[in-house]
């Protein structure tokens, strides 16, 4: 087959998956409003008894609260007291004190009296507009969850019985080379690796990566991206001795963007063939036993 096979496709989009899981409007504001009410209810007793915007924060930021609690609020404190907050380096209570972020922040907090005044009149309406903008990105990174989760499902029932994957299905904890390859040094985190299940030996590591939308900067840094871990790839195999094939699991419409497609088509069969970008739709004849076995070398794993 055609290494450079996706500079074959005429029209981008006959390939790519569209996963729809997105909850829409004005569904979305019952759905978040149910979810956030009890959210709502404390940051409203919190700014009823809080000394100043400060003292909020800390409120906020006490171990009282579970972290998904404390998250909402934090959410509501930046998008309600200060828009310049940074959330998650809020939500590390233990590491960032609450006086170093209203050191560097104070000045930008709106007053407690102003937020006691709004919050005590806050419509229903408000409330609900409140929540949608807390959930605004409760799905983000949910689509690639599918997406890994799709394709997981397809190798699994396709070549299960040659080869074993491993790796998060959804939110879990990248695989690092260093613990597939003893002698690598430094990061590198895969979304998943591919073993023979005969000498259970590494056949292919991979990412995966859902794009609704796509172009601009996001895309050069994509691009960047994913040419480094080709890169890094190529030069511990040429160092060490060591062979496997690197997989790009890329969809959705994103894909489409001319800049994206393009980065696509380079990385695809890149690396002397070693290089693979597929689709859901196109992995069954680009993820195949015969490419993926086609590697040679000595296979040292780490233990």
């Known amino acids: 087959m055609n290494n450079k096979y996706l500079t074959t496709i005429d029209n981008p989009g006959s390939?790519?998956?569209?996963?729809?899981?997105?909850?829409?409007?004005?569904?979305?504001?019952?759905?978040c409003n149910a979810k956030y009410a009890p959210d709502?209810?404390?940051?409203?007793?919190?700014?009823?008894?809080?000394?100043?915007?400060?003292?909020?924060?800390?409120?906020?930021?006490?171990?009282d609260f579970t972290s998904e609690q404390r998250m909402s609020l934090l959410k509501m404190f930046r998008r309600c007291v200060s828009p310049v907050l940074d959330t998650?380096?809020?939500?590390?209570?233990?590491?960032?004190?609450?006086?170093?972020?209203?050191?560097?922040l104070g000045h930008t907090f709106k007053a407690i009296e102003v937020l006691r005044r709004q919050f005590a009149n806050l419509s229903r309406d408000e409330e609900a507009a409140l929540a949608a903008l807390i959930g605004e990105?409760?799905?983000?990174?949910?689509?690639?969850?599918?997406?890994?989760?799709?394709?997981?499902?397809?190798?699994?029932?396709?070549?299960?019985?040659?080869?074993?994957?491993?790796?998060?299905?959804?939110?879990?904890?990248?695989?690092?080379?260093?613990?597939?390859?003893?002698?690598y040094v430094g990061r590198f985190p895969c979304d998943f690796v591919i073993r023979s299940c005969g000498d259970d030996a590494v056949r292919?590591?991979?990412?995966?990566?859902?794009?609704?939308?796509?172009?601009?900067?996001?895309?050069?840094?994509?691009t960047g991206g994913n040419s480094d871990k080709v890169s890094k790839a190529k030069k511990f195999c040429e160092e060490f001795g060591k062979a496997f094939r690197i997989i790009f699991v890329s969809d959705g419409p994103g894909l489409a963007h001319g800049d994206t497609w393009s980065e696509a088509c380079e990385l695809d069969g890149g690396w002397d063939g070693n290089v693979r970008v597929t689709t859901?739709?196109?992995?069954?004849?680009?993820?195949?036993?015969?490419?993926l076995m086609g590697t040679t070398g000595e296979i040292h794993v780490a233990h």
């Open 40 to 63: 709502i209810d404390n940051f409203k007793r919190l700014v009823g008894v809080a000394e100043n915007s400060a003292d909020l924060l800390g409120r906020i930021r006490s171990s």
């Open 137 to 183: 990105y409760d799905t983000r990174g949910q689509l690639g969850y599918l997406l890994t989760d799709r394709f997981f499902s397809w190798f699994e029932g396709a070549l299960g019985n040659t080869f074993s994957i491993e790796g998060p299905r959804g939110a879990g904890r990248d695989i690092e080379l260093s613990t597939v390859y003893s002698d």
């Open 88 to 104: 998650e380096m809020a939500k590390k209570i233990t590491k960032v004190s609450t006086q170093t972020l209203v050191e560097n």
């Open 204 to 222: 292919a590591i991979g990412f995966a990566r859902y794009d609704s939308t796509r172009g601009g900067a996001q895309s050069d840094d994509r």
């Open 280 to 291: 859901l739709k196109t992995a069954p004849y680009r993820v195949d036993k015969f490419w």
């Open 15 to 31: 390939i790519i998956t569209a996963i729809d899981a997105a909850v829409r409007f004005p569904e979305i504001l019952q759905v």
